[in-house]
C-alpha cells in the first residue's frame, strides 16, 4: 500500500515558480512510476508529467514542456515538480499519483493518489 502527500502548492503571480512535493510511505517507493498530473473544476484530470522508477527516463505534457522538471529522490522516498514561468492557465489543484508499471499518461491507470494541493496563479 503507498500513501502519498502533495505540498509546495500555494498563490503565485504569473511568471513565478513553485515547486510541489510528494511524500510517500511505501514499502519500497523504487519500484513506481510517479506521475503529476492536474484538475480543474468540471474537467477531467490532466497529465502533468511522471517519471520512471529509476529516474532515468521523464515525459512531460506539452503545455508544461521546458518549464518544468519532475525529478525523485527513492531514498527520500519523495517525487518533486519544479514548475517555472508560471501563468493562471496552469491553475489546478495538482495531484501526485502512482502506479506499477510502464509509464502512462491516463490517471485512470495510477494505483495510488495524494489528496492534491492547490495552485494558483494571478495574472
Known amino acids: 500500500q503507498v500513501q502519498l502527500v502533495e505540498s509546495g502548492g500555494g498563490l503565485v503571480q504569473t511568471g513565478g515558480s513553485l515547486r510541489l512535493s510528494c511524500a510517500a510511505s511505501?514499502?519500497?517507493?523504487?519500484?513506481?512510476?510517479m506521475g503529476w498530473f492536474r484538475q480543474t473544476p468540471g474537467k477531467e484530470r490532466e497529465f502533468v508529467a511522471a517519471?520512471?522508477?529509476?529516474?532515468?527516463?521523464?515525459y512531460y505534457a506539452d503545455s508544461v514542456k521546458g518549464r518544468s522538471t519532475i525529478s525523485r529522490d527513492n531514498a527520500k522516498k519523495t517525487v518533486h515538480l519544479q514548475m517555472n514561468s508560471l501563468t493562471p492557465e496552469d491553475t489546478a489543484v495538482y495531484y501526485c499519483?502512482?502506479?506499477?508499471?510502464?509509464?502512462?499518461?491516463?490517471?485512470?491507470?495510477?494505483?495510488?493518489w495524494g489528496q492534491g494541493t492547490q495552485v494558483t496563479v494571478s495574472s
Open positions: 499519483g502512482a502506479r506499477y508499471g510502464d509509464v502512462i499518461t491516463t490517471s485512470s491507470g495510477y494505483d495510488y
Open positions: 511505501a514499502l519500497s517507493l523504487s519500484i513506481y512510476v
Open positions: 517519471i520512471t522508477w529509476s529516474g532515468g527516463s521523464t
